[in-house]
């Protein structure tokens, strides 16, 4: 039965989603466990599976929810900002632990890795190869996102594509250059405290540099099917602020670890 509400909020509706969120992570972290023990992803293959497939179905209901139905009101887009904004703080705070836990060790080098830093035999990589490139990369993907949005709110929509599109490129350039960088590494990750914090920092960093691209890549496509207007884009806004964090999260890392830790 259909309610009408006399007030500007939106009550979600019934959704499997959630549901199936929960199954897809709890098979992923058991299919995890699998591999990591017995050499078997099959498992954790059918996790992502449903992560995706639900991640997907989820989006699509809240694209139709925000576009077709008019269910993003302006007190609710509100609500949806503040959201991004609180989960781009716990970010933040999420790579402050991983910096935290370099400059302890740096500042203060231990015994057991020569009392210097970078320790000893560590080969660290030339912070003005694959490094500088990746930040100017990054810096440039800045501005390209920047100048889509600002083409979004002043109506030309054609600008806005091709800024997208730049964006995305230098997005995938930039995790085929880490991939290239990972391999190439004279060290890994088992390395002493060295490898360990520049693995996972990097890592996570280039992590969010794929979810941000994949993000990147989902607004072109809603783009493409005119769904954003010069005033009703947070889909879009969201994506250029969560992109707009990873630029700078990148520029710490390559200050602090790919330069100073140098």
């Not at 995890?32 to 996790?47: A, C, E, T, V």
């Not at 402050?96 to 210097?116: D, K, R, V």
Request: hydrophobic share 50%.
């Amino acid at each position: 039965m259909k309610m009408n509400y006399n007030h500007p909020f939106h009550l979600v509706d019934y959704s499997p989603w959630p549901f199936t969120g929960a199954i897809g992570t709890m098979t992923l972290m058991t299919g995890m466990i699998k591999w990591f023990y017995n050499f078997n992803i099959y498992l954790m293959i059918l996790g992502y599976s449903i992560i995706i497939l639900t991640m997907y179905q989820w989006w699509r209901d809240v694209c139709r929810e925000g576009t077709f139905q008019g269910k993003h009101t302006i007190l609710v887009v509100k609500g949806l900002k503040w959201g991004m904004i609180l989960f781009i703080v716990s970010e933040i705070f999420f790579f402050i632990s991983f910096f935290w836990a370099f400059f302890h060790s740096s500042l203060s080098p231990n015994i057991e890795i020569g009392a210097m830093w970078p320790p000893t035999s560590i080969i660290p990589f030339n912070p003005f190869q694959i490094p500088l490139l990746n930040t100017i990369i990054l810096i440039s993907s800045g501005i390209s996102i920047t100048w889509a949005h600002h083409a979004l709110i002043n109506y030309n929509y054609s600008q806005t594509t091709q800024g997208l599109m730049i964006t995305i490129i230098l997005g995938i350039y930039f995790t085929i250059l880490q991939a290239f960088e990972y391999l190439e590494a004279p060290f890994s990750i088992a390395d002493s405290i060295y490898g360990s914090t520049f693995f996972m920092a990097t890592g996570f960093h280039g992590l969010h540099v794929i979810i941000g691209t994949l993000f990147l890549i989902f607004c072109f496509i809603r783009h493409l099917n005119n769904h954003f207007s010069n005033k009703h884009h947070f889909g879009f806004e969201a994506a250029s602020w969560y992109w707009h964090f990873v630029d700078v999260v990148w520029l710490f890392l390559y200050i602090s670890i790919y330069w100073w830790g140098n």
